[in-house]
């Protein structure tokens, strides 16, 4: 059974501030992919990234950034210098990579907000 | 705009009714997903279709059902409903029906069972 923890329920910072939104799973297959998901006020799912389990190499997209720890099952989203925009609630998820078929499992989610 | 669409967008019906929600995943994709949030389940897997096909199934009711048309537009049948059917079901899409496929999601539906 696979299972992603979002131990930060909320969090809450001032615009500027960086911030790390943290994920840990469990899984028992080699090959699985991780993934990052973006739910703001509007209510819609943003897909932000993905990560295959062979690649560990830390990825950097503008003021976002993964980092990816195969040793600790975790795979931590940092935002850098927040904006009140990035206010939303961030999901991490998880798909098995050797079977047919796809779904994501999902954690609890993370809500950030950012205050001007 | 994820290009996924979904209809309607809200949903008020009583308990025991049915209702089917509709989405039309992104241009292209063969694959379609549905799942549901709720304040107490967070959100979780029903089914995926893949080219008509379903391909895999996960904590989905007897009392729910779906499908995928030729025209790749797939519906979520709810029945005999409960207060505790009261979410937003979301569906996605993605290319293939592979896992490592990113999925965009709809708008979702917000369905309310009074």
């Known amino acids: 059974a696979q299972k992603v923890t979002q131990a930060q329920t909320e969090i809450s910072v001032v615009e500027k501030e960086d911030v790390t939104l943290d994920c840990v799973y469990e899984t028992r297959d080699t090959t699985y992919y991780l993934f990052w998901y973006k739910q703001p006020p509007s209510g819609e799912l943003v897909f932000l990234i993905r990560?295959?389990?062979?690649?560990?190499q830390n990825e950097i997209s503008g003021r976002y950034s993964w980092n990816f720890q195969k040793s600790t099952s975790s795979f931590n989203f940092t935002i850098t210098a927040s904006q009140v925009v990035d206010s939303a609630v961030y999901f991490c998820?998880?798909?098995?990579?050797?079977?047919?078929?796809?779904?994501?499992?999902f954690g609890e989610g993370t809500q950030l907000t950012v205050n001007p | 705009d994820s290009g996924v669409t979904q209809t309607p967008k809200h949903l008020i019906t009583a308990t025991g009714q049915r209702v089917t929600l509709r989405c039309s995943p992104r241009s292209g994709d063969l694959s379609v997903y549905w799942y549901q949030q709720s304040l107490d389940q967070g959100l979780q897997f029903l089914i995926q279709y893949y080219n008509g096909e379903e391909r895999a199934k996960g904590n989905i009711l007897e009392r729910f059902s779906a499908q995928q048309f030729p025209d790749l537009h797939s519906e979520l049948n709810l029945s005999s409903l409960e207060l505790g059917d009261s979410a937003l079901y979301f569906c996605?899409?993605?290319?293939?029906?592979?896992?490592?496929?990113?999925?965009?999601f709809g708008p979702g539906t917000r369905l309310t069972v009074l």
């Open positions: 998820a998880l798909t098995p990579g050797e079977t047919s078929g796809s779904r994501l499992t």
């Open positions: 990560r295959n389990s062979f690649d560990e």
């Open positions: 996605a899409s993605s290319a293939q029906g592979n896992t490592y496929n990113e999925q965009f």
